[in-house]
């Protein structure tokens, strides 16, 4: 998540160098991903990177919350549930804020 957030705020202030660190972070993360996580985080990330790949569209921010959703189920959290709502406005912001 790291990775994402800073390779998003890097594009959003033009930061090329920026942009290459957190490039270099993100797939390191992926590939983390695919070595230790759960089957189900694996297909969700894969969703999120095919499909999107940025938070462009109503439909990218949804996909990027099922995918923190699936991998909070499978991660420490096991069954304590959060709303999509809830993770949405937290990792993306409000509605006003979103999308931007």
Known sequence: MKAMS???IARRVKSQEKE???LIMLADSKARTIMY???AVIERMAH???QYGALNSPEAAAA???MVK???LHGGA???QVSSE??????IGSKDESLR
């Open 37 to 39: 996580g759960d089957p």
């Open 20 to 22: 290459v660190e957190f």
């Open 48 to 50: 999120f990177f095919d």
């Open 6 to 8: 800073g390779l998003a």
């Open 86 to 91: 809830a993770i949405a406005r937290l990792l």
């Open 64 to 66: 990027l919350t099922e």
């Open 78 to 80: 096991g069954s304590k």
């Open 70 to 72: 699936t991998m909070r």
